[in-house]
């Protein structure tokens, strides 16, 4: 009962907020959109392309995808969004980069609708190239392990045994290591009790769980093991859904400065990438350059010659060496940085790569979420910390927002967002936090399925 009164309370007081918020918003973007009808003030951002494509994009709720549509775009293509149906008010839906909206069955639910949707409209649309981002990373292969769209459009992405071996933590690390490249120590976890008995004793460095299986929330908890008592840590241990249905890792945990990365390969050469300091709950990107970092994606993608969007987290330890603990085969949000580089869109569709990978410009500001920034006020408790806030907006950038293209700022946060917090009151349920990144509220245990399609280890 007392979550179901603070779910209550959660959900309206957020809507409370977005609703003082809106005024302003809607305002500032209306008075923009009369700005562009009667300036043109966009003509001259698309390009006459000569041999224009038909993009389709999967994955219709996150900025990534907004970044990519608007690239696209910009480079004189048609570019065609689709998500799942219960995301069919997603609100970038309503760019100017985009000519068409269509929602899909969950592939989870019905494999065969969601394949026969998205061939329809691969065939309707006349697509040429198709992109998934998101969850459509994963929910890529038809019943037969066949990607969805093959024969109908050039598929950039991975085949499904790269995608099982990539996505899964534990073979990713086998697979690192086996090609000289720094990972942590790894180890399998099916059983609890694995854990406990773990020779903890002749570990120089403390180790932590992950689950293989990729969860919004469980991601959170970096506790270290040992713990200070064998009681204390059975009981932590025992509290994860460990089994060889959802397996764990065991992973070596490394103090040092954290990195996040995308990289866009071909045929085993990086087309894009840059390298950014990981954030609190990564909603903060600004590029940096480390080479060390660079070169460890280079040799990984080149040595198994692949061809899509990937993502690593790594770790630089004190003594300067370079370990990755994470791969995602998939966009990472830091693309968001290459909002001003007209360069993108041919990095995906040239088969020549380019001399040297494209990177943000030098004049690209570092990306952020206002709406996550704005939350951040109630941390700060000095005037340093607040100057310190003021500086990072007034350098930085909003992810969603351009003047270009206002409208759907406007209808994520007070259209979409106010739809998912409407049905999470209606059902009662609350949640950890709202990503406006993603474009979802955070909720316990809502992302595992989404992940199910990708066997636990290599087939």
Known sequence: ?????????????????????????CTVVLALLLWNFFSRSNANLVVLNKNPKNILIGG?????TLLLARSFHAAGHRVILFDLEKYWFSGYRFSNSVAAFYTVPDSQEDLEGYTQAVRAIAKKENIDFFVPVGIFAASYFDSERKPVLSGYC??????????????????????ARSLSLSVPKTFLITDSEQVLKFDFANEKRKYILKSIVYDSVLRLD?????????????????????SKDKPWILQEFIPGTEYCTHSTVR??????????????FQVNYENVDCPEIKEWVSHFVKELQLTGQISFDFIQAEDGTIYAIECNARAHSAITMYYNHPGLADAYLSKEPPTKPLQ??????????????????NEIRSLKQLQKWFKNIWRGKDAIFEINDPLPFLMVHHWYIPLLLL????????????????GKLIQFGEDIKYKTSISATPE
């Open 60 to 64: 219709g709720k996150m900025t990534k």
């Open 267 to 280: 045929n085993g050469e990086l087309t894009v990438h840059c390298c950014c300091k990981s954030s609190a």
């Open 154 to 175: 050039e598929n950039f992405h991975f085949d499904a045994d790269t995608m099982s071996m990539l996505d899964n933590k534990f073979t990713f690390a086998e697979i």
């Open 222 to 242: 970096l506790t270290k093991l040992p713990m200070e008592s064998l009681e204390k840590m059975a009981l932590h241990v025992k509290s994860k859904p460990i």
């Open 360 to 377: 943000p410009l030098s004049n690209s500001k570092p990306t952020y979420w206002i709406y996550h920034e704005l939350w951040r006020l």
């Open 423 to 438: 049905d999470s009151l209606r059902s009662l349920r609350t949640w950890v936090r709202i990503d406006f990144c993603i």
């Open 1 to 25: 009962m007392r979550e179901k009164i603070f779910a209550i309370f959660q959900n309206l007081g957020t809507l409370a907020l977005l609703a003082i918020a809106f005024p302003f918003n």
